[in-house]
């Protein structure tokens, strides 16, 4: 299968938001048992991000199967991740934008 097109994608914007959405929050969920409960979480005083980039990454697959796109991840993934699932999600939808719209 082909690779989807910028106009195809963006007319099933909102729809892969939500795929992505709902993808990355089931994984944190799945991440929250994994959590030390005496870590400080409060990332202004120097606490972990909310959202992890090693969970982050995990939706790389999940975006260029359902793409048929290729994405590399330190192109759109911060390091050390980020502070919320919509910040992330956002990134992941201005990655894969740039790599249609070549």
Known sequence: ???VTLEKF???LEELKELFTNELESILEGEEGLDDPDAD????????????SKAVVQLNPIAENELKIKLDPEEWITPG?????DEAVSSLIEAIKKV???
Not at 81 to 85: A, C, L, S
């Open 81 to 85: 991740g980020f502070g919320t699932v």
């Open 100 to 102: 249609l719209e070549k």
């Open 1 to 3: 299968m082909a690779k």
């Open 10 to 12: 963006l007319s099933n």
């Open 41 to 52: 979480d409060d990332i202004f005083s120097g606490g972990a991000a909310s959202v992890d």
